[in-house]
């Protein structure tokens, strides 16, 4: 009996020697996929940032601007993800209207790319410092949520009529 249980021993620890360099790669190779799953990660993520960096810009269909209190020539509206702010095109400039902290930045024409009614604007577009604009006034006229501003202190006037629904919500 005692030759039988020496045996069983020895049978066990030439097993365990056996997989000893088995146990060795595969912590190595655990330890390699620890290590490279953060770097593929990242490379992902700088991917999806570079490729949601530029934001699409819907037409809002009936919003009404007013320029001096006459109708331009030629405009449009487009609204982005977020509530509260527009890029409006008046004439050949684009603006982008950011109602909650009441600031308008001034738009180069040709970083907006215009398919069809959507535009396609880059966060890196919008310069960092807003247009001066005064007299701000936001109104809600019911059917209508109504900005009115000032450009400069004694510039023209410009206002955006952005339609409601009865509970005051955007409609779009």
């Known amino acids: 009996m005692e030759y039988f249980e020496t045996n069983v021993a020895a049978k066990e620890r030439m097993l365990a020697r056996k997989l000893m360099p088995g146990q060795q790669s595969r912590a190595a190779w655990w330890m390699v996929v620890v290590l490279t799953l953060p770097i593929i990660l990242g490379s992902t993520q700088v991917l999806v940032a570079q490729q949601s960096s530029k934001q699409q810009w819907k037409t809002l269909p009936f919003a009404i601007v007013r320029y001096n209190d006459d109708a331009p020539k030629s405009w449009n509206v487009y609204r982005g993800e977020r509530k509260g702010i527009y890029l409006v095109r008046l004439w050949k400039r684009y603006l982008l209207i950011d109602t909650d902290s009441q600031n308008v930045f001034e738009i180069d024409p040709q970083k907006v790319k215009v398919e069809g009614e959507n535009a396609e604007l880059a966060a890196q577009d ?47």
């Open 126 to 172: 919008i310069p960092e410092d807003p247009l001066e604009t005064s007299e701000w006034k936001t109104r809600n006229a019911g059917p209508v949520l109504r900005h009115r501003f000032r450009f400069g202190k004694s510039g023209n006037f410009m206002e955006l009529q952005i339609p409601v629904l009865p509970n005051g919500r955007p409609a779009y």
